[in-house]
């Protein structure tokens, strides 16, 4: 079975080691998902399982997402990701995955939707450099220049001013330093992207640290 929940960033906190030492933490509210899909290779020229996260009311749920999970005998769900698996035999539809896949000490990948940080200069966005901030001087926060005298024009990848933030954001072989099943949560050592209230996704990792 796959290692992959999704979640709920809660926040950060801190915790002592049993040596004394103080770890930064994040608190994820993680599952419980429920299986609403199974693909398999015959119907669908694949084999994974889709995972929902997040029970909605029924007065809340639209008819395809009702009637897609009456499927699996789950409630409405409000987020959904599909997981490739090789094998698909271990599942059944409605299983329900908590925070019990994962235990202390395992390695996770954690992907979440960065904080948005509106339009930016080229020295917030890609930390440029500023010009001489001395009287006369035009330049303090402008950014460089922007084309070549031949061909006359900008080329492709230009560092500019626009958007930043509010991008999908991946950290990698983040440590899991407690498992809290009662309630459903995961501390998970350091920062993860996004707000408060963000929507995470929570693997087992691809690379070993």
Same mark, same amino acid.
């Given at each position: 079975? %796959?290692?992959?929940?999704?979640?709920?960033?809660?926040?950060?906190?801190?915790?002592?080691?049993?040596?004394?030492?103080?770890?930064?933490?994040?608190?994820?509210?993680?599952?419980?998902?429920?299986?609403?899909?199974?693909?398999?290779? @015959?119907?669908?020229?694949?084999?994974?399982?889709?995972?929902?996260?997040?029970?909605?009311?029924?007065?809340?749920?639209?008819?395809?997402?009702?009637? +897609?999970?009456?499927?699996?005998?789950?409630?409405?769900?409000?987020?959904?990701?599909?997981?490739?698996?090789?094998?698909?035999?271990?599942?059944?539809?409605?299983?329900?995955?908590?925070?019990?896949?994962?235990?202390?000490?395992?390695?996770?990948? !954690?992907? &979440?939707?960065?904080?948005?940080?509106?339009?930016?200069?080229?020295?917030?966005?890609?930390?440029?450099?500023?010009?001489?901030?001395? +009287?006369?001087?035009?330049? +303090?926060?402008?950014?460089?220049?922007? &084309?070549?005298?031949?061909?006359?024009?900008?080329?492709?990848?230009?560092?500019?001013? &626009? +958007?930043?933030?509010? @991008?999908?954001?991946?950290?990698?072989?983040?440590? !899991?330093?407690?498992?809290?099943? @009662?309630?459903?949560?995961?501390?998970?050592?350091?920062?993860?992207?996004? %707000?408060? @209230?963000?929507?995470?996704?929570?693997?087992?990792?691809?690379?070993?640290?």
């Amino acid at each position: 079975m %796959p290692k992959a929940l999704l979640g709920k960033k809660l926040g950060m906190t801190q915790v002592f080691s049993p040596e004394g030492r103080l770890i930064p933490v994040t608190v994820i509210a993680a599952g419980p998902c429920h299986i609403t899909q199974i693909k398999s290779a @015959e119907n669908d020229g694949y084999t994974a399982v889709q995972i929902g996260f997040g029970e909605l009311k029924a007065a809340k749920a639209n008819k395809p997402t009702s009637g +897609h999970c009456a499927v699996a005998k789950v409630a409405p769900q409000r987020y959904f990701k599909e997981l490739r698996t090789s094998g698909i035999s271990d599942y059944t539809l409605g299983q329900e995955l908590t925070v019990e896949l994962f235990a202390a000490g395992d390695k996770v990948d !954690i992907s &979440g939707i960065s904080k948005g940080k509106g339009f930016a200069g080229t020295i917030k966005r890609w930390n440029d450099s500023r010009g001489p901030m001395s +009287h006369g001087s035009k330049n +303090h926060r402008r950014p460089a220049s922007a &084309g070549a005298k031949g061909p006359a024009r900008v080329f492709k990848g230009k560092q500019s001013p &626009g +958007h930043l933030g509010h @991008e999908k954001v991946t950290i990698q072989n983040l440590e !899991i330093v407690r498992v809290d099943s @009662e309630r459903n949560l995961l501390l998970v050592k350091g920062a993860v992207p996004g %707000p408060k @209230e963000g929507l995470l996704f929570i693997k087992g990792a691809i690379k070993s640290a």
